[in-house]
């Protein structure tokens, strides 16, 4: 199964970071929230990724073209070039970078890598949260719900839009009002490929009317996630992720 990421988006609420590097690529400790991001996927089996990227995407491509060499030891034959690494843990993930525009929506970007997806269910999050959900679980509840689309839904500081639940259902889904004490979108999503009909166009914003039109079908089903989730919107959250990784107390790291 494959974990598509957004991380197009420009972050602008973070702009003390965002001016120099894509919000993805903030870091908590000596990595980027997208590593961390992707670590939680690789740990639940899941090394297979596509990476929507827009603004300063090229700033993503290096990391990753220099990923190997940065995290490794290694020796370097100056005269052929030859490179030997050292260090055999690094990461066995296969990463699909793809440029889906600086000024596409998120549901825009989805439809765009469409042809990375090999009409099979796929994951999908944003790049820029954390959490300690067990993906495997949200996989398997997903199917067991049999319907196209699974949101991770989670209970909030109390800034964000609210989710109606009905059972394990999507009533209603209410982007951006300001409702506490509610399930929201935490991401972790869990879609079958006819999702994409859903989308029109860059445009679309996949937060409106795709996933208010997939819970009128009652086709949006909600994993609760009960445990730990954040996501880094603004330079007091990235703060807040820094002290909890500083502190070797970040519930997000569910990796050894």
Same mark, same amino acid.
């Given at each position: ?11 602008? %609420? ?11 690529? $903030?870091?908590?400790? %000596?990595?980027?929230? =997208? ?11 899941? &090394? ?16 990753? =073209? ?10 370097? *034959? ?8 050292? *260090? +055999? ?21 989805? +439809? ?6 090999? &009409? ?7 790049? @820029? ?5 067990? $993906? ?9 719900? +049999? %319907? =196209?689309?699974?949101?991770?839904? $989670? ?24 409702? +506490? ?20 166009? @860059? ?26 989730? %954040?996501?880094?919107?603004?330079? &007091? ?16 790291? $569910?990796?050894?």
């Amino acid at each position: 199964m494959k974990a598509v990421i957004l991380a197009g988006g420009l972050g602008s %609420r973070l702009s003390e970071e965002t001016d120099r590097v894509p919000k993805p690529m $903030v870091r908590i400790g %000596r990595m980027p929230i =997208l590593w961390h991001i992707m670590k939680i996927y690789s740990h639940h089996g899941i &090394n297979d990724f596509v990476v929507c990227l827009g603004y300063k995407g090229e700033v993503i491509k290096q990391f990753f =073209l220099e990923m190997r060499s940065t995290l490794s030891d290694f020796t370097i *034959d100056i005269g052929n070039g030859a490179i030997s690494y050292h *260090d +055999k843990s690094h990461d066995d993930w296969r990463v699909t970078l793809i440029d889906t525009g600086d000024a596409t929506m998120t549901g825009g970007r989805v +439809k765009r890598i469409a042809p990375y997806l090999d &009409n099979e269910t796929f994951c999908l999050t944003y790049g @820029d949260g954390v959490a300690d959900v067990d $993906v495997q679980k949200a996989i398997a509840f997903h199917h067991e719900q +049999k %319907r =196209l689309a699974t949101v991770t839904a $989670v209970e909030p500081p109390g800034r964000f839009g609210a989710l109606e639940l009905t059972d394990d259902r999507v009533g209603r889904f209410s982007e951006k009002i300001d409702n +506490k004490n509610a399930y929201v979108n935490g991401g972790f999503f869990v879609l079958e490929p006819a999702c994409l009909d859903y989308i029109t166009d @860059d445009a679309t914003v996949w937060e409106q009317d795709p996933l208010e039109r997939l819970a009128a079908a009652e086709q949006l089903a909600a994993y609760r996630h009960k445990g730990f989730w %954040r996501p880094m919107d603004t330079i &007091n959250d990235k703060r807040f992720l820094e002290d909890l990784w500083a502190k070797g107390n970040a519930p997000w790291k $569910v990796w050894p």
